[in-house]
């Protein structure tokens, strides 16, 4: 107290006269100077010297601690991989024993009727929609709720006190990407791996492993930047709303020309392109029934679902291209708090 010329009022305690100088120093902040203050006093030579780390060091230590965090929290990944391989192995089981049967010769069709032609010309047995449909609702939904800790939670309240001291907002936000990395790469690649084993489809496993990536990616990403503009209970609410909501405009039921009748051309437009569901399914079915192309004639049943197999590289990063843009507006909020 003496070193900062604090002065003390005679026959006090010590303990009150602290307290009525810290209370004293409060109320004068924003209304002048304190009188108990001598401005003239030179900081410590500690503060005066004080510099922050460079970029590259603040990177290290904040991605070092972030990666340590999301290892000590082991609850949270034995929650976010056990609900991931059991969605996946359910989504195995139920559909393990489906198979792709396409639709039935011209002679078949041309014996039904007319204004039914078109319903016989479809496939005949075909549920790859549908396990897509799952596919996204279960993997965006794990990926989607497990990511909201990564700067929600008690991280608000420590980032806004290390923000105090100076630290990197950009260096925070990579530190905190590059420590959530590793499970969004894992958790997709063991749902492919248990639903490529128990399905054993006709595709490449990189084709169904690249879909389930661009649903982490998104739905990450999404997690991310909700956890960062609302409180912790509205976030998750949100989160999963959202996740609902892109599946039911995924395409599949209302299709995409019924939503399109049902919302104008505009909007029935704009709202399907915007949901990652749309594109994973989408190239998720184009990666099956181009297999099937030679065999059968698959265009009735493209035409359904308004597909085209010259979508399908689309279809594929589409899921990306909306993560990375969740991504930034993720950045632009941590980078202005």
């Not at 089981?93 to 009727?113: E, N, Q, T, W």
């Not at 007319?114 to 549920?127: H, M, V």
Request: with cysteine.
């Amino acid at each position: 107290i003496d070193e900062f010329t604090y002065s003390y009022h005679d026959n006090n305690n010590s303990n009150n006269n602290n307290m009525d100088i810290i209370t004293s120093n409060n109320n004068h902040n924003n209304h002048g100077e304190n009188p108990n203050i001598n401005n003239n006093v030179p900081l410590p030579v500690v503060l005066q010297t004080r510099q922050q780390a460079p970029f590259l060091v603040q990177c290290f230590l904040l991605t070092r601690r972030a990666l340590l965090q999301v290892a000590r929290d082991q609850q949270s990944l034995l929650v976010m991989y056990g609900l991931t391989i059991f969605a996946s192995f359910l989504i195995g089981m139920l559909y393990h024993k489906s198979a792709f049967i396409g639709p039935p010769s011209v002679d078949v069709i041309a014996k039904c009727p007319s204004s039914y032609q078109f319903l016989c010309a479809q496939n005949q047995e075909d549920t790859y929609m549908v396990q897509g449909l799952l596919i996204c609702l279960a993997l965006g939904l794990t990926m989607g709720s497990s990511s909201l800790a990564t700067f929600g939670g008690t991280e608000k309240l420590l980032f806004m006190r290390e923000r105090l001291t100076g630290q990197n907002n950009f260096a925070y936000l990579l530190a905190k990407f590059l420590s959530v990395l590793p499970n969004q790469l894992l958790a997709p690649l063991f749902f492919t791996l248990i639903f490529q084993m128990l399905m054993s489809p006709v595709v490449p496993i990189w084709q169904v492993y690249m879909t389930a990536l661009g649903i982490s990616e998104v739905c990450t990403s999404l997690a991310h930047l909700l956890s960062i503009v609302m409180v912790d209970n509205r976030a998750l609410i949100v989160s999963v709303v959202s996740i609902c909501i892109c599946n039911i405009l995924s395409g599949f039921n209302p299709t995409l020309h019924q939503l399109n009748d049902s919302l104008g051309h505009v909007i029935g437009t704009v709202l399907p392109a915007l949901s990652y569901s749309r594109w994973a399914i989408e190239s998720f079915y184009l990666a099956i029934v181009s297999v099937y192309s030679s065999i059968y004639d698959i265009n009735i049943s493209l035409k359904v679902w308004s597909y085209s197999l010259d979508q399908y590289v689309l279809a594929l990063m589409m899921p990306f291209v909306i993560g990375t843009a969740l991504r930034i507006a993720a950045a632009i909020a941590i980078m202005k708090k």
